[in-house]
């Protein structure tokens, strides 16, 4: 067969960066902000005095003097940064059963919220309601509940600290533990993972660790999309000459060439530096064997050394001093047979030996990795083999080695630092209760999968989103349709209108708030907040833009007129911790003793660094050890007979999760469509399909229709398609029993011509 040409679908052979980024960052700002003066704001981005960009979580450099320009970044702030409203007379204009047809990137579009609104049914619109009037109405639903876990509290990780605080203290004062995170579908695998690993659910490295690395391993993320600025660090250690490993199913542009932005010789030269030293395409699904083929030839080839009188390759002292369970590992390892190894991992057993002897040869090794390694089946134990190839080498707790999760909400991390979890510790709701007054719930609550679950058994009734978009991000869109459609009440505050806003039950309430550009005006004057990034750093996030609308409030206030609503006999002062956001961070620093001196410390320009145990090699598990875990067997879901691929799904380099910004994928040569599934040209014509046909996909009974083939340097057995489009094929059951993580990437499916297309024909 040969490959048709396809619309919208021509190789992209340029760098990452350079002035495509830069056209691309021009095109967004004239689309959403036009000439207005917002355009100021990109300039104050992730500035000591300015705001931290809602991109993503990769920490800033120390002295942050100039602009680091980040095109995606760049996307964020326009797209809230916006000069498009949608207020009462859109939705008197627009039905909700309208509104349903639009695109998601439509709705969006429309523009940034400007009143608090609520559904009325007899008419199918939204309509214009007071702050006063939503939060009675909140209140009186969130009070006939029979039982306070009726109500579930999502948040995701745009949340500062404070707003994030206040409302896990407003759900434990109503009662409950339910807090549904967008962390439970992202690094879940890495907060349950690490600790019973190294102590710590985080990362343990800092920005400096980049300067002193030997070499760098890059596992199942795209920073040239996902965490731009990255690629800048990733540059320098290039240009030192060290080796970074990449291991992704996908060739990822941003991984191989990068023209940085900032540096005015590659810009007027079109010069560009090589990221990847070497690029290994691992099967979807095949980390945990690819790393146990690792640490097997790593192990090996320590046994050779020591054979022929050298010192060995690991580091014994280490082991012996700050480990356990070395001998289990080794024995699991030397029972896995490489042809098992090589089938599921997709690699021959000389790659898997040639990455071996780079990361042998290393003296400091950081290894990094995203979504690709979490989001499967068997996330929770492929972190854990992250852990034990690090700790064979001691590289934990030393300059230039370690592990460095990509954080994915600007947020996230500070989110769960300050108590949203729904398995809280005895320790944390004790202090919590002495510092207020209250009786927390101990008994702990849903994750996302289950909140959504039990909306749909009809065991919970009440749902409160701060920030996001769950029934899209979700696994198995209809079942959360169905399971939204449900509720008593759906209450939803956000910045943009999205899909979940649309899902209305019998009390439904948009509530518009600020975004992080934007002046945020208290009682005691502007109000700064704070933000943890991807390496524990927490540094204050200051807006000055004009508010999009008079009426918005922050989400602090939101959040305590919710509680003072709900909560008539509330021992907390929500007015006075609103009035001035330093009383927020006293109560922070009451509850948990790392952010000692918080609201000094975070006044220092750059912020502070939280305790991370494992960086000092202080190991916080309950025997005060590192612990090498094993995985038994390799991964339950590829290579299985029936289903010859395995599908993951990934998000296009002109999105932030469910928010679409555009309709191209610029480094993977998509241009004006998202319908598309990437697949090897050899899986191809093995099937008899070619680029350019248009195929179904199926997996079990589920259907994703219509989709045209894109032939790619793809891992062979592997397709890949969009998210959220393809979360149609991920069913609510299919996570990771471990940490709950939906399992978006790894999806057996078959491929079979679009049943569209034949009856067209
Ligand atoms: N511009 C932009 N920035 C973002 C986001 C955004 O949507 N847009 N989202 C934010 C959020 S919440 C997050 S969590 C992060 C996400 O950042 P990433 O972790 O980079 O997210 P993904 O696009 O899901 O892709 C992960 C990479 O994993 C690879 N991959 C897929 N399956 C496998 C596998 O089985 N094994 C391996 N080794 N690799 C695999 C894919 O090819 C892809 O390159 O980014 C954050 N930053
Ligand atoms: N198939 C598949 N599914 C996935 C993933 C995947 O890789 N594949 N990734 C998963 C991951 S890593 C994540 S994190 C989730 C994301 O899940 P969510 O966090 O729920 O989704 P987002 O798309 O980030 O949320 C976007 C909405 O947030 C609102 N918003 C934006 N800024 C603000 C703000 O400052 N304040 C408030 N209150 N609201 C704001 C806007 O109204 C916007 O519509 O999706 C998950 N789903
Ligand atoms: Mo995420």
Redesign the pocket.
Known sequence: MTDKPAEGVKPYHGPAGGWGALRAVAQAVREQMGASANSRALMQMNQPEGFDC?GCAWPDPKHTSSFEFCENGAKAVSW?ATTKRVGPDFFAQHSVSDLWAWSDYD??DAGR?THPMRYDAQTDHFVPVSWDEAFARIGAAMQALADPNEAEF??????SNE?AFLYQLYAREFGTNNFPD??N???EATSVGLPESIGVGKGTVLLEDFDHADAVFCIGHNPGTNHPRMLGTLREVSRRGKPIVVINPLRERGLERFQNPQSPVEMVTLQDTQIASAYHLVKVGGDVALLKGIMKALLEADGKDLAAGGKGLLDRDFIAAHTTGFEALRADLAAADWGVLEARSGLDRPAMESIAEVYARSERVIICYG?GV??HRHGTGAVQQIANLLMLRGNFGREGAGICPLR??SN?QGDRTVGITELPGEAFLARLDAAFGITSPRAHGHNAVEAVAAMRDGKAKAFI??????A????DPQACFVAFRKLHLNV???????R??LLTGQESIILP????TERDIQASGPQSVTVEDSMSMVHASVGRLEPASELLLS?PA?VAGLAKASLPATKVDWDALVADYDRIRDKIEAVFPDFYDYNARVRVPGGFRLRVGASNREWDTPDGKAHFLVYQGTDEDNGRDDTPLTL????SHDQ????IYGLNDRYRGITGRRNVVFANADDLAALGLAQGDRVDVVAGGRVLADMTLVAHDIARGSVAAY??E??C??GLEDYDAKSGT?A??SIPVKLRPAEAAEAAA
């Open positions: 809602p809230e709705l969006e919220l999502y948040t995701s990780g745009r949340a707003a967008c962390s579908m992202c690094h979504m979490t989001q994915g909400h996230v989103g701060l920030g996001g978009n769950l899209v991000a979700m696994s939803q505050i956000v910045t943009k209108l999205n979940t806003c708030c600020l975004g992080r989400e939101i993951t799904t990934i998000r932030y999760n469910t928010t998210y959220p393809a979360n094929l991920v939906p978006y990437k």
